[in-house]
């Protein structure tokens, strides 16, 4: 590799004795001088801009801790990305150990980390969270002091850069879903040192103005540095003292800042930020139309039932000597059909009960006699099956020693006792011999 960086290095000269570099050649011997320098070098910092790309290579900062400017460009691979026991975030203290090199496409200097480890919050994150527990014990992120959004505003003020990404995303979003809303711009700086100062004076000109009904404050994405201006003290207090309802959309999803916290409500984008404040006009008019649509099929109806009752009201309505001559006349019909009906049940029930008398002597005397020769049958059934009938005949059964009747002799053996049952009495013996007949 040496030897072809050097003739790199000859063929990039202009003119033979002349010092002249090519661009690549340049960078390829500054690259070797560094490696033969420095080798291995460990180095430790803050964590600004992490990225993770999707190759899994790994791109960051390494800012110095005691707050000075300096910065260096980092890059881990993949293969040393997926033994990282931790998950980097910016503002995180670590130390790196590594080789310098040129990245010689855009002839910066960089780091390639070969190994990380994690030595603490950084000093950026750790006045966060100092801040933030301070604030959030003075009540300045109480959800009992957030206020609702208009849900249909005309005027919407925005506060941020003039020239900034997040300010094409709002106007882009509003005039797709809400062109009748109003916009009006408050600018400021959204990065630097002179940045807080800037949004609390927006902050104050648009509550003094009070030309809007709520006002947006957002930022695109950026490093924790980045977007130190919306954790300012100075900015988060005036984001809570607005008199205007508030809603915050600074940087990307995962960025979080002090002024969301004490917003009265939170996007995660500046887009985002611009769907909240504005429901979509299309929907709204659909959403209109179907309300019209309901409530002119309720005024039908609620006509028409008044109609019919207006109707039925209006015929019923007579003079009330008809109506009482009416109602005289349907007691009258009432009365000689009740006085019908009577005379008509009695005369059946009386024709019921005679023939119910006549009928039933037969009928017993009839059941009984059936009843009787059933009785007799069965009486004669069990008399022909009782055995004692059969032993006075003359016959005998034998039995065992278990008292079961013997029907066969097999089994039987000599020497066996049984007894002989007839029908005036019993008899024990004993087998001498047992002689079978042939089938």
Not at 87 to 106: F, H, K
Not at 170 to 183: E, N
Not at 227 to 234: S, T, V
Not at 290 to 315: N, P
């Amino acid at each position: 590799m040496a030897n072809s960086r050097d003739e790199l290095a000859q063929n990039g000269r202009s003119a033979p004795g002349a010092l002249a570099w090519s661009v690549s050649a340049l960078l390829l011997a500054v690259s070797d001088a560094l490696s033969a320098r420095f080798g291995s070098v460990t180095v430790r910092g803050e964590l600004s801009g992490f990225t993770r790309a999707a190759s899994g290579h790994c791109y960051f900062t390494l800012k110095d801790s005691s707050g000075a400017g300096a910065g260096l460009r980092c890059a881990m691979f993949r293969r040393s990305a997926a033994l990282l026991d931790f998950a980097p975030q910016d503002g995180q203290q670590v130390e790196i150990r590594g080789r310098l090199s040129v990245y010689e496409a855009r002839g910066e200097l960089q780091m390639v980390a070969e190994h990380m480890r994690r030595l603490g919050a950084g000093s950026l994150y750790e006045e966060f969270l100092r801040l933030k527990a301070r604030l959030e014990a003075q009540g300045l992120f109480d959800p009992g002091r957030k206020r609702p959004l208009p849900r249909f505003p005309h005027a919407v003020g925005l506060i941020t850069s003039a020239s900034g990404a997040a300010l094409h995303d709002v106007l882009t979003t509003l005039a797709r879903r809400a062109p009748h809303v109003r916009l009006v711009l408050y600018p400021s700086l959204v990065q630097g040192v002179e940045a807080p100062a800037a949004l609390c004076q927006a902050l104050h000109l648009a509550n003094q103005r009070a030309e809007v009904e709520v006002l947006l404050l957002c930022r695109g994405g950026g490093s924790l540095e980045d977007l130190w201006a919306f954790n300012d003290e100075r900015v988060v207090r005036a984001v809570a003292a607005s008199a205007l309802p508030l809603l915050c959309g600074v940087g990307h999803e995962t960025d979080l800042t002090l002024a969301d916290l004490a917003a009265d409500l939170r996007a995660p984008t500046p887009t985002a930020a611009a769907e909240l404040v504005a429901p979509a006009r299309d929907a709204q008019w659909q959403s209109l139309q179907q309300c019209a649509a309901r409530l002119q099929a309720a005024v039908h109806r609620r006509l028409d039932r008044c109609a019919q009752d207006i109707d039925l009201r209006a015929l019923r309505l007579q003079q009330p000597g008809q109506r009482l001559r009416l109602q005289q006349a349907g007691l009258a019909a009432l009365q000689a059909r009740l006085a019908q009906g009577a005379m008509h049940q009695l005369r059946q029930a009386r024709a019921t009960l005679q023939q119910r008398r006549e009928s039933l002597t037969p009928a017993s005397a009839l059941v009984l006699e059936r009843e009787a020769n059933g009785l007799q049958i069965l009486r004669s059934r069990l008399d022909a099956l009782n055995p004692q009938r059969v032993l006075a005949r003359g016959y005998a059964w034998v039995e065992g020693q278990d008292g079961k009747a013997l029907t066969s002799a097999a089994g039987l053996r000599a020497g066996d006792s049984l007894t002989a049952v007839w029908a005036d009495g019993r008899a024990s013996m004993t087998v001498d011999a047992v002689h079978r007949d042939r089938p």
